[in-house]
T-cell receptor, first 113, second 113 residues
Framework: AQSVTQLGSHVSVSEGALVLLRCNYSSSVPPYLFWYVQYPNQGLQLLLKYTSAATLVKGINGFEAEFKKSETSFHLTKPSAHMSDAAEYFCAVSEAGNTPLVFGKGTRLSVIA | DAGVIQSPRHEVTEMGQEVTLRCKLISGHNSLFWYRQTMMRGLELLIYFNNNVPIDDSGMPEDRFSAKMPNASFSTLKIQPSEPRDSAVYFC???????????FGSGTRLTVV
């Protein structure tokens, strides 16, 4: 069965610092991987997705993620944090895109001025 | 495009009462997913439909929960009778079958007292 583990339920960074949110997956077949962001009292919004094309994926708001098969990882990064990036971030996996998304428990990102 | 529309946004009900949550899909989307979000368990898939047909309802907690798609653009999730442990945020999401990444609604926050 597919699963996702997000390391760290809460990450705090200073404004302008690097953002790194960690995600490791488990899948018996080539995975499709996603990052979503959730702002307070809102639904989830797709940030970026990996669907077996380029391993470095660029998304909205300056975020990107790199698929590393050898490490079974799909970490989310942003070079410089902005106050508006404070939110909950979810990593999700789907087996070859044919199954519903399975989400990690989420990582809350705080940005300190 | 109005996006995925859920109603009500908030629902407070007494234990034992029937609760109905509603979801309107994005026009042209033919896959519909119901998720439940709690602090303890994160985002859990309850049920999903393709072309109005339920594909997997193994995530529905028990017989008190039921979901329908009376037409291609609308779905309901019903809980009867409701219990305090059903308190959560319920999201629906829609997509085009086979595409990657869902569009989420803003959720319904259910409180059962």
């Amino acid at each position: 069965a597919q699963s996702v583990t997000q390391l760290g339920s809460h990450v705090s960074v200073s404004e302008g610092a690097l953002v790194l949110l960690r995600c490791n997956y488990s899948s018996s077949v080539p995975p499709y991987l996603f990052w979503y962001v959730q702002y307070p009292n809102q639904g989830l919004q797709l940030l970026l997705k990996y669907t077996s094309a380029a391993t470095l994926v660029k998304g909205i708001n300056g975020f990107e993620a790199e698929f590393k098969k050898s490490e079974t990882s799909f970490h989310l990064t942003k070079p410089s944090a902005h106050m508006s990036d404070a939110a909950e971030y979810f990593c999700a996996v789907s087996e070859a895109g044919n199954t519903p998304l399975v989400f990690g428990k989420g990582t809350r990102l705080s940005v300190i001025a | 495009d109005a996006g995925v529309i859920q109603s009500p946004r908030h629902e407070v009900t007494e234990m034992g009462q029937e609760v109905t949550l509603r979801c309107k899909l994005i026009s042209g989307h033919n896959s519909l997913f119901w998720y439940r979000q709690t602090m303890m368990r994160g985002l859990e898939l309850l049920i999903y439909f393709n072309n109005n047909v339920p594909i997997d309802d193994s995530g529905m907690p028990e017989d008190r929960f039921s979901a329908k798609m009376p037409n291609a653009s609308f779905s309901t999730l019903k809980i009867q009778p409701s219990e305090p442990r059903d308190s959560a945020v319920y999201f629906c999401a829609s997509s085009i079958q086979g595409s990657y990444g869902y569009t989420f609604g803003s959720g319904t926050r259910l409180t059962v007292v």
